[in-house]
Structure formats: C-alpha cells, structure tokens
C-alpha cells in the first residue's frame, strides 16, 4: 500500500477485518492519545473517537470495503488525558483471492491545528455576514463575468428575490436593458482597470417598474496573486 503522507503529525496503523485487531504505530497510538493501550480491537478505536463523530467513521469504512469509496474521514478523539484532538484517516483495503477484504492499511494525521483555524475563519465569516445583513446600504458581490456572488438584505428585498435566486444571476434578470447596459460599462471599467469608482446610476426595477438614482460605489477584489476575480458593489 502507497498513502501520499502529507506532512504533520502523521502515524500508520492497520485494521485486520477478520480477527477485528488493530496495529497502531508509536505515533498513532500518541495521536489516540491512549499510548498505553496494548493489543487494541476495532471497538477500541471507536470508544476513543468522539461519540458524535463514530457514525461517521463508521459509516466511511462501511462504504469503503462495500461500494470501494475513498477511506478518508475526518473526526475527533477523546485522548486519556482529557485533551480532544482532531485527526483524519485514510486507508485502503487489501481483500483475498475471492475478492473478501481482509485488512485496511492506512495513516492517521494530526489535523488540529488546522480545524481550529477553519474555526476562526467561519467566526469571523460570520461577523461579517451580520454587519453586511444589518447594514443600511446596498451591498452585492459579482464575478468577471457579471453574475451575482452576493447579495446582502437590501438587495434581496430590491430584486423581490432570495439569495439562491439571485446567486449566478445576472443584471438582466432584474433590470431593463439600458440599465443592464449602463452596469456593465460600469463593472467591466472596474474590473479591467483596477480602478474604484463612484458614480450615479439610475436603475430600472422590472419587479415593480420603479425607476431609482444610486450613488454607486465599484472596487475591484484581488486574490493573493494580485489578480481581478470579482468586484463589489455598495
């Protein structure tokens, strides 16, 4: 068996399908955080996952050796010491002549660190969404290509549309085709240019037939490579 070990805390182990014995490396058993633990059974791997996490695991490695999917969960151990850690594993089976599988062979990592930064990042998505929800202003997200990525309150109540309605739209859906064609000059200056830009735009609202003036503000979103992939609009 060949794993790609991709950095991290990472052990080996090995599941034997017919005698329910588990082999664990000294790091894996570190990893379970019950190095003590000697001549463990497969129910001893599942006591130590994290009882919200075991249908999960359970249910990877039965479709696994039943339909041939990936082994590759990811899931939470209680280690004796009290610390709860999250890993992921991943492995392959190696099955007899007559096609039975007899054992899994695979890795367990470390991915904690990892998961606490996932964390933070959904925390601080979710600070954002609130203040562009509660915000008074108008405020929306569109690709290159003019399609709709966001749209916050305001604009939802504007089109007379929800979020999944909106998401892959473009302007046409929701303006007449001179605004249409007033917005697309408009975006296709900022995202070709670079440049933020402030100017009026009157808009024409096919849902209710209201005709409106907005002082418009464009900028462009840049990725880590410095390159144009969407702009925002408020």
């Known amino acids: ?14 599941s034997n399908l017919v005698t329910n014995k588990e082999t664990w490396s000294e790091k894996t058993a570190s990893l379970f955080g019950h ?18 996490d075991r249908h999960r695991v359970i249910e990877a490695k039965n479709s696994h050796l039943e339909k041939n999917t990936n082994y590759d969960v990811e899931y939470r151990v209680n280690c004796a010491n009290g610390e709860l850690l999250w890993l992921r594993s991943a492995g392959r ?37 609130v203040i562009l929800e509660s915000v008074e202003a108008y405020i929306y997200l ?8 966001f ?8 089109f007379g549309a929800s979020m999944d309605e909106i998401i892959g739209q473009n302007d046409s859906k929701f303006f007449d ?3 249409v064609a007033e917005l697309y000059r ?32 464009k900028l462009p979103l840049r990725n880590e490579a410095g390159e144009i992939f969407a702009l925002c609009g408020i």
């Open 142 to 149: 569109k690709d290159t290509q003019g399609n709709y990525l």
């Open 35 to 52: 190095p003590a633990l000697t001549d463990p059974s497969w129910q001893d791997f599942i006591n130590i996952v994290h009882p919200d």
């Open 93 to 129: 089976a190696e099955r007899s002549k007559d096609g039975n599988p007899v054992l899994i062979r695979g890795i367990v990592q470390n991915i904690t660190e990892r998961k606490i930064a996932e964390d933070k990042l959904r925390e601080s998505e979710n600070k954002l969404l």
């Open 186 to 217: 408009n975006d296709q200056l900022v995202l070709t240019t670079g440049i933020t830009l402030k100017s009026e735009e009157t808009n024409h609202n096919l849902k209710d037939g209201t005709i409106n003036t907005y002082l418009s503000i």
């Open 1 to 14: 068996l060949r794993l790609c070990q991709i950095g991290g805390d990472i052990g080996t182990w090995e």
């Open 151 to 158: 749209a916050n309150r305001l604009v939802r109540e504007l």
């Open 177 to 179: 085709p001179k605004t």
